[in-house]
């Protein structure tokens, strides 16, 4: 069963930035997606962005487009959501999953993220 940790989450300033890291413990070979979701208060987890194992297609919410990107390091089995001109509405535990098929799963334990206007 393949393990994923976040880090990297903070407290930030609007406009400011962060670097999420989402680590896997060994290549999740079967999936075929790396994505990041996050959760706010009171809210429902939603999709963030993702990025395809193999091949570099990304994907991203319409609420994050043009201010975060999404990226792999194959070598290091490692997945990072580069985060910038942050708002207050950004903040949110972010979680990181592999996608199998259709289905989202390893999901990890989640970083804190908190934009202070």
């Known amino acids: 069963q393949v393990q994923l940790v976040e880090s990297g989450g903070g407290l930030v300033q609007t406009g400011g930035s962060l670097r999420l890291s989402c680590a896997a413990s060994e290549r999740p070979f079967c999936a075929n997606r790396m994505g990041w979701f996050r959760q706010a208060p009171g809210k429902e987890r939603e999709f963030v962005a993702s990025?395809?194992?193999?091949?570099?297609?990304?994907s991203y919410a319409d609420s994050v487009k043009g201010r975060f990107t999404i990226s792999r390091d194959s070598a290091r089995n490692t997945v990072y959501l580069q985060m910038n001109s942050l708002k207050p509405e950004d903040t949110a535990i972010y979680y990181c999953a592999a996608q199998y098929s259709e289905n989202w799963k390893n999901w990890g334990q989640g970083t804190h993220v908190t934009v202070s206007s």
């Open positions: 990025v395809t194992w193999y091949g570099n297609s990304t």
